[in-house]
T-cell receptor, first 112, second 112 residues
Framework: KAGVTQTPRYLIKTRGQQVTLSCSPISGHRSVSWYQQTPGQGLQFLFEYFSETQRNKGNFPGRFSGRQFSNSRSEMNVSTLELGDSALYLC???????????FGPGTRLTVL | GEDVEQSLFLSVREGDSSVINCTYTDSSSTYLYWYKQEPGAGLQLLTYIFSNMDMKQDQRLTVLLNKKDKHLSLRIADTQTGDSAIYFCAESGNNAGNMLTFGGGTRLMVKP
């Protein structure tokens, strides 16, 4: 069974631009969660989608948004990029609530 | 809010046992996880324990949970150089769906 895949793996953007990251969960998994990892703040929860609905949301500004498609693939979007948005963005999939979560390799975003 | 704390660094010799500790504050945590992250990679789920368990063993890994003290530990027996990585503990509250709160990570260095 293929693991969680994230595209692209690396991305360089400039301040003010917007970016869209993609995550394909493990086949059969319905929940997709997104996390931001930075050296200063560590791993922080962004949001979780389940059956195309946002089920949980972390404490991030409205510039961070996401969605999930009927095939469970998910995208997250960050608008008006700031230097502080430079981070590793990790996506995790699981079958349902409180099940094992499997992480993808992440997308490393650099904002210049 | 919920908080998860870990020591920053642990150094051991190859063949010794490693013990990585974690404390958490959320008394409603139902699942506690240990993840491993190697340089440039995503998070690999090592093991997890339900909050109604005291111990779980999986090959070289032993997880101990003291729910009264909200203390979780991961013991790695016969530590190898390939175990060098950052280890994260994480907890999911009872009503948090798949939202995980992570500790800051413990960097394990294994000396040959």
């Amino acid at each position: 069974k293929a693991g969680v895949t994230q595209t692209p793996r690396y991305l360089i953007k400039t301040r003010g631009q917007q970016v869209t990251l993609s995550c394909s969960p493990i086949s059969g998994h319905r929940s997709v969660s997104w996390y931001q990892q930075t050296p200063g703040q560590g791993l922080q929860f962004l949001f979780e989608y389940f059956s195309e609905t946002q089920r949980n949301k972390g404490n991030f500004p409205g510039r961070f948004s996401g969605r999930q498609f009927s095939n469970s693939r998910s995208e997250m979007n960050v608008s008006t990029l700031e230097l502080g948005d430079s981070a590793l963005y990790l996506c995790a999939s699981s079958f349902d609530s409180n099940n094992e979560q499997f992480f993808g390799p992440g997308t490393r975003l650099t904002v210049l | 809010g919920e908080d998860v704390e870990q020591s920053l660094f642990l150094s051991v010799r190859e063949g010794d046992s490693s013990v990585i500790n974690c404390t958490y504050t959320d008394s409603s945590s139902t699942y506690l996880y240990w993840y491993k992250q190697e340089p440039g990679a995503g998070l690999q789920l090592l093991t997890y324990i339900f909050s109604n368990m005291d111990m779980k063993q999986d090959q070289r890994l032993t997880v101990l949970l003291n729910k009264k003290d909200k203390h979780l530990s991961l013991r790695i027996a016969d530590t190898q150089t390939g175990d060098s990585a950052i280890y994260f503990c994480a907890e999911s509250g009872n009503n948090a769906g798949n939202m995980l709160t992570f500790g800051g990570g413990t960097r394990l260095m294994v000396k040959p």
